[in-house]
């Protein structure tokens, strides 16, 4: 059972990237999922997430930047990141739930069960 990650790179401020989380081992339609990133010397943070019902949650920096989504169909959970900062220059990890209270936990990182590997992404100012 693991998660993979991946879609990370160099980009420059203001560009886009895509990132990816497929599952192996298991159906993503049967948990929560989310993003999580951290830069060197800090700690982890929650970025983003979508539950099994398709409520997605953000944090207050990447609103309006940043859109996560989930196809149960393809067993995927995808970022979409627009407007990158510097700032945003982190190891992105995704990770599944199947907490019941989602919604009061979706931030948590000792919420979820499986994380992926992380993939680079490295905004150039």
């Known amino acids: 059972v693991q998660l993979q990650a991946s879609g990370g790179g160099l980009v420059q401020a203001g560009g886009s990237l895509r990132l990816s989380c497929a599952p192996s081992g298991f159906a993503l339609s049967g948990y929560h999922m989310a993003w999580f990133r951290q830069a060197p010397g800090k700690e982890r943070e929650f970025v983003a997430a979508v539950s099994r019902s398709v409520v997605t949650y953000y944090e207050n920096t990447v609103k309006g930047r940043f859109t996560v989504s989930r196809a149960n169909a393809k067993n995927t959970m995808y970022l979409q990141m627009d407007s990158l900062k510097p700032e945003d220059t982190a190891n992105y990890y995704c990770?599944?739930?199947?907490?019941?209270?989602?919604?009061?936990?979706?931030?948590?990182?000792?919420?979820?069960?499986?994380w992926g590997q992380g993939t680079l992404v490295t905004v150039s100012s």
């Open positions: 990770a599944a739930s199947r907490t019941a209270s989602y919604s009061a936990r979706y931030s948590d990182t000792n919420a979820y069960v499986f």
